[in-house]
């Protein structure tokens, strides 16, 4: 069944991504008519916004496609969780809620690897900081732990960061054991050099959570957002040569100009190869019809993945127990949250310690020696960190039954820069099947390898008498401090971080390994651009969501700019 209206653009997933393109498009000067097609619904009740509930949110059917990845072969044969967001918002609407660019580092090594100073941290520092309505640290007094400069920030976008305004008790219990155990202090990783530690900024304000949605807030009439609408395929010309629409559930949508997928990167792949774009091999294997040969598609997936440590601290450091202990106190936190946007609801598990370190145990390491030069280079890089630490990760929300005592801390370390590179692949004929993810974690040497040092000054950290004073016990550590047992615990208990790039990679043209170029153009069709995670093509050194609303907002303005909507 045909669908009576046509559009400028149509674009394909609302998460961070395509609500920043289509926010975007639709209030350029020319209003050009849009359409943001969205699989999942409109998640639009209220209390899927409470901070210290964010935690909890990807455990909702409605809002996570709640994929697995294939067994991981250097992990036990786990299939571990691989969530994405699915409804309007995407991911932003069910991650944890940590907002972080990353390194200046990253993008300038983005603009190099595709020859487009678009992608230079100066121009992409400009998109985030326009997007962005930003909260500082209140009362003065705390300042200490966290201080931005104007030139980093502002308070006009429609995405509400900042830090929580109240914190747990023993956040700055840690922040400064961690500075005596010798951690550098950064006090606003959003500069552009993320080294050190402090507070994570979050993407909330106010005690509710900001998603990608909040962009689309004052967009104009001429934006139309239609839910629960998954795309099986995109539509082309007679010819096979032009994109000019997408179908969803047997409606077909046609667009004027552009079709822009934006449904992530286990998706847009998916959508590639079912409309005939991909691996010209594996599509035949299904029998789908090859419109474009792109070996490209459904390669070069990166991700970041984490190993925790949780240690029983004393109970009189924090006030945890008398909150998540206490059923009567959270039902009248929450009571409290939905009239002012207060109370424990807005401090419990909403402000996090955070930062990002450079080892030479790793850059020393046979492993590290043995990369590429290039790579090498890159990692040395003055603000490019080998590994993230997180501090008050509330592990209890995802593991009940192994906390019911909540005086813990739960760390986390982060591999940053990994070089095993995973892909994602058909596995059916029906467009509506996922496809098999295999991020093939801890397959090359150099992780092992990293992973073991960054863990072991993990515990150097946790060592330190400042810090040590107040620990009672090991809840959860490896069995001892050799490589072998640090290597064991990472495969026994290591999760993805739900950060997968570089599916549908950017590229020159030309490159076997490239299925868009730098004006996010699909190669070997017409007016057909993807502009989501699946693009990038460095593993940026943060929490990704930033990097994808970064990479709508910049094909948007290439779209502007190459169809003269601002003119």
Known sequence: MAHDRSYDFI???????????GASLASSAKKPSVLLLEAGGRNEDKSLRVDGKRWTTFMGEKMNWGSKTTPQEHCYGRQLDYSHGKGLGGGS???FGVYTVGARDDYDLWAAEVDDETFGWDKMRARLKRMENFTGIDPPENRKYGQSELTDHDNKGGLHVGYAKEWESDLTVVLDAFEQAGAQRNLDHNSGNPLGFGLCINSASKGMRSTAVDLLAEAPDNLVIVSDSPVQRIIFDEKKTKAVGAEANGKKYFANKEVILSAGSLVSPRILMHSGIGPAEELRKFGIPVIHDLPAVGQGLRDHHFAPL???RNPQTNDRNAFYQDP?????????????????WARHGCQLGIGWFKSD????SEEFKALPPSIQDAMNRETIPHYEIISHFPVHFMFPQLLQDYSYICLAAFLMNGQSVGEVRLQSSDPDKPLSFNPKFLEHPYDRRACIETYRHLLDLTKHPSFAKDTVSTIMAPASESDEDILEFWKNNLSSSWHMVGTVKMGREGSSNAAVDNRFRVFGVENLRVADLSVVPVLTNNHTQATAYATGAT????LIREYGLNE
């Open 310 to 312: 949780i240690v029983k």
């Open 11 to 21: 674009i394909i997933g609302s998460g961070p991504a395509g609500c920043t393109l």
């Open 93 to 95: 609407a069910i991650n």
């Open 361 to 364: 145990k790793i850059t020393s």
């Open 555 to 558: 094909c948007a303005d290439v």
């Open 328 to 344: 009567r106190a959270m039902e009248a936190a929450i009571n409290q949250w939905q009239k002012d946007g207060t109370g424990p």
